[in-house]
Nanobody, 122 residues
Framework: QVQLVESGGGLVTAGASLTLSCTAS????????ITWFRQTPGKERAFVAA??????TYSDSVKGRFTISRDSADKTVFLQMNRLKPEDTAVYYC?????????????????WGQGTQVTVSS
């Protein structure tokens, strides 16, 4: 199994940038697809971005503003968030699945971090 820890969230104003990190321990994530989801109270976890070994994908709401990447050591996945909007306010979760290819459904990911809060004020 793999343990995931998200970090990098915070309180920012609209238009600001944040970089979230998802750091893995327990085993290598070289053969894992990593995905970022976000969730607000009363809502299901919504797909944000995913990265596998064949590429990456983004939700329409963040395309052109967010970028997902992973480090060369296969220990950390980043989510660079630019031009943040109040609508981006949520708890952001990192999900992992033992597959080189990503999925966009939360139920496909057996491993999750604890989440990191992102709050964007107007």
């Amino acid at each position: 199994q793999v343990q995931l820890v998200e970090s990098g969230g915070g309180l920012v104003t609209a238009g600001a940038s944040l970089t979230l990190s998802c750091t893995a321990s327990g085993r290598s994530i070289g053969n894992y697809a990593i995905t970022w989801f976000r969730q607000t109270p009363g809502k299901e976890r919504a797909f944000v971005a995913a990265i596998g070994w064949t590429g990456s994908t983004y939700s329409d709401s963040v395309k052109g503003r967010f970028t997902i990447s992973r480090d060369s050591a296969d220990k950390t996945v980043f989510l660079q968030m630019n031009r943040l909007k109040p609508e981006d306010t949520a708890v952001y979760y990192c999900g992992a699945r033992p597959n080189r290819y990503y999925a966009t459904a939360a139920e496909e990911y057996p491993y999750w971090g604890q989440g990191t809060q992102v709050t964007v004020s107007s």
